[in-house]
C-alpha cells in the first residue's frame, strides 16, 4: 500500500496536505471510506480512513497508530555537494532509502558549490522515506562551513573521511554501536589542510573508507552503510 506522509500528526491536523491530496485523489483516485496509511516522519505509522476525498484537502479518521524503535545507532553524516546537483540529490535519496538520522551539508575551502536550495532535496527525501517504508524523516541542514559546523557540532563519536593512503585507521574498525556517530566528508578537491587540523583539534579522527579513491557521493553513500552495519 502506498504510504503517505503528513508531519503535523502530533499537532492536531488531519488532512493530507495539497501534494499528497492530489496524488490520493486524483492519481490513485481514493475515495471517502477508503483505507490509507501514513506516517508523521517522527516515529510513527497510522492507518486512516478517509473522510472527504477532496483533492485540496483529503480529510481522514485515524483508526490505529503503531510507534516504531528509533535505530540503536543515531547516523549522522557531514558532506559537501557536490558541483552536479543530481549527484547530490541521488546520495540524498539513496542514503534515506539505507537509513540516516542527520544530513548535514558543508562549505568547504575546496568546493565548488557555494549555494545550496534544500527544497527539492527535502523532497526527494520524503520520496525515498516513503518509498522504503520508513517511520523517522531525517534532519536536513542548511549549508553551513567547515569551520562552523567542526565547531557546534556534538557527536559521541566523530570521524573525517580524508584521502590519505597512509592512514591504515578504516572508518568500519572504528564506528561505535549504541552511540551517536559522525562522519564527515569532503567536496571533490577534499578537505584543505587547514580544515583537518581544525577538525582532529576538535576531536576528529582521521579515517579511511578503503583503498579506492571514490567520488564524494560514493564515499557518504559507504558511510551511511556502514554506520547501518554498526
Not at 145 to 170: R, T, W
Request: charged share 25%; hydrophobic share 40%.
Amino acid at each position: 500500500m502506498h504510504l503517505f506522509y503528513q508531519p503535523d500528526i502530533p499537532a492536531g491536523t488531519l488532512h493530507l496536505d495539497d501534494e499528497e491530496s492530489r496524488h490520493a485523489v486524483k492519481v490513485m483516485r481514493l475515495k471517502s471510506g477508503d483505507s490509507i496509511q501514513f506516517t508523521d516522519g517522527k516515529g510513527s505509522f497510522y492507518t486512516a480512513n478517509i473522510t472527504e476525498a477532496h483533492h485540496k484537502k483529503c480529510a481522514f479518521e485515524i483508526t490505529s497508530k503503531e510507534d516504531v524503535k528509533p535505530h540503536s545507532t543515531f547516523r549522522h553524516l557531514a558532506i559537501a555537494p557536490t558541483k552536479n546537483l543530481d549527484r547530490t540529490e541521488w546520495f540524498v535519496e539513496k542514503a534515506v532509502e539505507l537509513g540516516v538520522d542527520r544530513i548535514s551539508f558543508l562549505l568547504g575551502d575546496h568546493s565548488e558549490r557555494k549555494v545550496l536550495k534544500l527544497d527539492r532535496i527535502i523532497k526527494k527525501a520524503i520520496g525515498a522515506m516513503k518509498q522504503s517504508g520508513q517511520a523517522f524523516m531525517p534532519q536536513l541542514d542548511e549549508l553551513t562551513s567547515v569551520k562552523n559546523f567542526i565547531k557546534e557540532v556534538q557527536a559521541d563519536h566523530k570521524f573525517m573521511a580524508y584521502v590519505d593512503f597512509e592512514n591504515e585507521a578504516l572508518l568500519k574498525d572504528r564506528l561505535v554501536s549504541s552511540a551517536s556517530n559522525l562522519v564527515m566528508i569532503g567536496p571533490e578537491g577534499d578537505f584543505s589542510e587547514r580544515e583537518v587540523e581544525m577538525a582532529l583539534a576538535a576531536g576528529f579522527v582521521k579515517v579511511s573508507l578503503g583503498a579506492n579513491r571514490l567520488r564524494t557521493e560514493t564515499a557518504g553513500m559507504a558511510a551511511v552503510h556502514l554506520m547501518n552495519l554498526v
